[in-house]
């Protein structure tokens, strides 16, 4: 059923969703700016055309120049008149360049938003420290690293970054914002091929905030730093000059996920507040 958008006559606009998947290295991230070949800036380029009329997509998580996405979600705004015929995926993809791709699109079920709906989001990151580096095919999904890693010392670290916290230390600042997040998951382990693979799972996640802390972890796994170091700068809630922000090219958005249809509207409202940990006040 098509569901008119909060706050709008029924007769004025409806709410899409899109699933989309992409290939980051030749894009300078997710958002639209002038002069730079961007994801959105594709999608909204070449659906404004094709639907007839002019798009703002918005995204469940923005990523950054090079970063990659499997289950990136996003939504849209479009006349209650539009053309069913014109949604075909097909179609749609034809109009897109090969490094994008539009996996699904369809009427939003009502209160979605696929930013402030969202119930939680899943990265993985890709390291390869054999001796021999990376696959020539997976070179622009892997990060080459130069020491072996003890992958049971990294997720032993991990443990004290589990839970709610501030992840000041491990984000870009933002005026007006907050770095408060509930770390769900954050596990390492080897592939058949040996890669070493850290899936990733928050609530939501700050400007550099995943590649900072695969950043933190890869000295301890490679012994130069000792397990509890990263909670230790956690708890500082500053940056620290020692934790480098690992290359985006190893970063893939998996999976984005959201509560049943009856509850998207109460997620959203819930989302909106602005958080602050009860030591705050």
Not at 22 to 43: C, M, N, P, S
Not at 73 to 102: I, Y
Not at 114 to 131: H, K, M, N
Request: glycine share 8%; charged share 25%; aromatic share 6%.
């Amino acid at each position: 059923m098509i569901q008119p958008v909060p706050g709008m006559p029924g007769d004025g606009l409806f709410r899409l969703r899109l699933d989309i998947s992409y290939d980051g290295r030749d894009f300078a991230g997710w958002a639209k700016q002038t002069d730079l070949r961007t994801v959105q800036g594709e999608l909204e380029r070449a659906l404004s055309h094709l639907l007839g009329t002019e798009l703002t997509i918005t995204c469940a998580g923005r990523t950054d120049a090079g970063v990659h996405a499997r289950g990136q979600v996003a939504h849209t705004d479009v006349p209650v008149g539009l053309d069913p015929a014109t949604l075909d995926v097909r179609r749609l993809n034809r109009a897109l360049p090969d490094d994008v791709r539009l996996l699904a699109i369809a009427p939003a079920p009502s209160g979605f938003d696929a930013r402030f709906s969202a119930l939680w989001r899943r990265y993985t990151y890709r390291v390869c420290d054999s001796i021999i580096g990376p696959d020539p095919l997976e070179r622009h999904e892997t990060l080459r690293w130069t020491r072996e890693l003890d992958l049971d010392r990294m997720n032993e670290a991990a443990l004290g970054l589990m839970g709610e916290h501030d992840f000041a230390a491990f984000c870009k600042h933002r005026d007006y914002g907050t770095s408060i997040r509930q770390l769900q998951s954050l596990c390492w382990r080897r592939l058949p091929d040996g890669i070493a693979l850290m899936e990733i799972q928050s609530d939501a996640f700050c400007h550099s905030m995943v590649r900072s802390l695969v950043g933190v972890l890869l000295p301890v796994g490679d012994g130069r730093r000792p397990v509890p170091w990263p909670a230790q700068i956690l708890a500082a809630r500053q940056r620290h000059s020692a934790v480098t922000v690992m290359p985006a090219h190893g970063l893939v958005l998996e999976e984005v996920a959201y509560p049943e249809d009856a509850l998207m509207l109460e997620r959203q409202s819930r989302t909106r507040v602005l958080r602050s940990l009860p030591s705050d006040g």
